[in-house]
């Protein structure tokens, strides 16, 4: 197997063994769950130190793009969506900061998706999202299954852009706001809230109206984000 690793330049041996790791998973060289060579072998194809192999293996197994087993070796992980962004969705537990970002993310993602769910829906799919927040409005009573319906509305409108890629982009955003979802769920009002800006999005949506689609998607992210800095103000 090592014959399909090719000696590194030189110069920044640690950074070009993560750069060629990263790229065999790219290509298909490397799959989900296999196996890299022994470490000696692997240092010796690669033409690096087994220092500066260990120094690349650990940065990558920080990203989660590979596994250590101990004494069992190395493994290429699942690389599932979920499992790559951890170390994101780590930092914005650490830093709350951060959230800002995750809000901005979500407005270029979801307001576009909106827009195009509002352009390609069905008449099945539209009865989907209608039967979704009829269902959101009987559990505002339960933070915990309400924002369950909620991010199942958000997904009924990803699928409805009919985009795969914006799909997966979506589900992996999606893991990465729920620490923040729950938190602003708590805020006073915020049930009636969403209901009002779903209620908006729903009616751009049976439109036909991808404007109106992305702009009701954007006022409702702005105020989810402004509850969540109203929880945030009174964090003590």
Same mark, same amino acid.
Not at 36 to 48: D, F, H, Y
Not at 128 to 156: I, P, S, W, Y
Not at 198 to 203: D, E, G, N, Q
């Given at each position: 197997? *090592?014959? %399909?690793? #090719?000696?590194?330049? $030189?110069?920044?041996?640690?950074?070009?063994?993560?750069?060629?790791? %990263?790229?065999?998973?790219?290509?298909?060289?490397?799959?989900?769950?296999?196996?890299?060579?022994? #470490?000696?072998?692997?240092?010796?194809?690669?033409?690096?130190?087994? +220092?500066?192999?260990?120094?690349?293996?650990?940065?990558?197994?920080?990203?989660?793009?590979?596994?250590?087993?101990?004494?069992?070796?190395?493994?290429?992980?699942?690389?599932?969506?979920?499992?790559?962004?951890?170390?994101?969705?780590?930092?914005?537990?650490?830093?709350?900061?951060?959230?800002?970002?995750?809000?901005?993310?979500?407005?270029?993602?979801?307001?576009?998706?909106?827009?195009?769910?509002?352009?390609?829906?069905?008449?099945?799919?539209?009865?989907?999202?209608?039967?979704?927040?009829?269902?959101? #409005?009987? %559990?505002?009573? +339960? $933070?915990?299954?309400?924002?369950?319906?909620?991010?199942?509305?958000?997904?009924?409108?990803?699928?409805?852009? %009919? +985009?795969?890629?914006?799909?997966?982009?979506?589900?992996?955003?999606?893991?990465?706001?729920?620490? *923040?979802?729950?938190?602003?769920?708590?805020?006073?009002?915020?049930?009636?809230?969403?209901?009002?800006?779903?209620?908006?999005?729903?009616?751009?949506?049976?439109?036909?109206?991808?404007?109106?689609?992305?702009?009701?998607?954007?006022?409702?992210?702005?105020?989810?984000?402004?509850?969540?800095?109203?929880?945030?103000?009174?964090?003590?």
């Amino acid at each position: 197997m *090592s014959s %399909k690793f #090719e000696p590194l330049p $030189r110069r920044a041996v640690g950074d070009a063994a993560i750069d060629v790791i %990263k790229r065999m998973i790219l290509t298909g060289d490397l799959r989900p769950g296999e196996k890299l060579p022994p #470490e000696r072998e692997l240092a010796s194809a690669l033409g690096v130190s087994r +220092n500066s192999l260990r120094e690349a293996i650990r940065s990558l197994v920080l990203m989660n793009v590979l596994q250590s087993r101990h004494g069992d070796g190395t493994y290429v992980s699942s690389l599932d969506p979920a499992t790559l962004m951890e170390p994101v969705s780590f930092l914005l537990s650490l830093d709350p900061s951060a959230v800002a970002d995750l809000f901005e993310t979500r407005r270029i993602l979801e307001a576009e998706t909106a827009a195009l769910a509002a352009e390609r829906i069905t008449d099945d799919e539209v009865d989907a999202v209608r039967d979704c927040l009829a269902d959101m #409005e009987t %559990k505002t009573g +339960n $933070r915990e299954e309400f924002l369950q319906a909620d991010m199942r509305m958000h997904e009924l409108i990803t699928l409805a852009a %009919k +985009n795969p890629l914006l799909a997966q982009l979506m589900r992996s955003i999606t893991g990465l706001g729920l620490r *923040s979802r729950m938190r602003s769920v708590q805020a006073p009002g915020i049930t009636a809230r969403v209901m009002q800006d779903h209620t908006r999005i729903l009616a751009a949506l049976e439109r036909r109206d991808p404007p109106g689609a992305r702009q009701a998607m954007l006022d409702h992210l702005e105020h989810a984000q402004q509850a969540m800095r109203e929880m945030l103000s009174e964090t003590p």
